[in-house]
């Protein structure tokens, strides 16, 4: 059986237009809260992605990207408070990247232009990153955290 790639297709690759991250099992890192954190994650950059495939204006999508952008702030310092709880070794490793990361939002989302490069640059960086970061650190992360036991906040 083929098993499709979690990471979006650039458009070429696609045949045009960008495809949504479906939700699969795969993207469990057996911590609750964080699954269910990602699972909305993932619902938002979707609608993101609609919303620049329908040709919406800058507002619409800036608007979208916005929420994307507060939910993934509220998720990081859940993750952030896990890890400080658990006492995880990778913690300043892992934080640097979410800080990283959401700087580099901003930083595109303050020069977004709906229908130029950088909409589609937000896409790709976006959704690669959500689907990379969750599949490799987030998931290492939960193991640590489901080994030892931590309770879920
Ligand atoms: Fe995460
Ligand atoms: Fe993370």
Request: hydrophobic residues 35%.
């Amino acid at each position: 059986m083929q098993t499709r790639a979690p990471i979006i297709p650039s458009p070429e690759e696609s045949d045009g237009g960008w495809e949504m991250i479906i939700w699969t099992d795969e993207y469990l890192t057996g911590n609750p809260g964080m699954d269910g954190d990602h699972r909305r994650l993932l619902a938002l950059f979707n609608e993101f992605l609609t919303a620049v495939n329908a040709g919406q204006g800058d507002g619409a999508v800036r608007g979208v990207l916005d929420e994307l952008t507060d939910y993934t702030r509220h998720h990081f310092a859940r993750e952030e408070r896990l890890m400080l709880e658990g006492r995880y070794p990778q913690y300043e490793r892992h934080k640097k990247m979410h800080d990283t990361f959401s700087r580099q939002v901003a930083d595109a989302r303050d020069h977004l232009v709906v229908g130029s490069g950088m909409s589609a640059f937000l896409l790709s960086f976006l959704g690669g990153w959500l689907a990379r970061h969750i599949l490799g650190t987030d998931r290492d992360l939960g193991h640590f955290l489901s080994n030892r036991g931590a309770a879920d906040h």
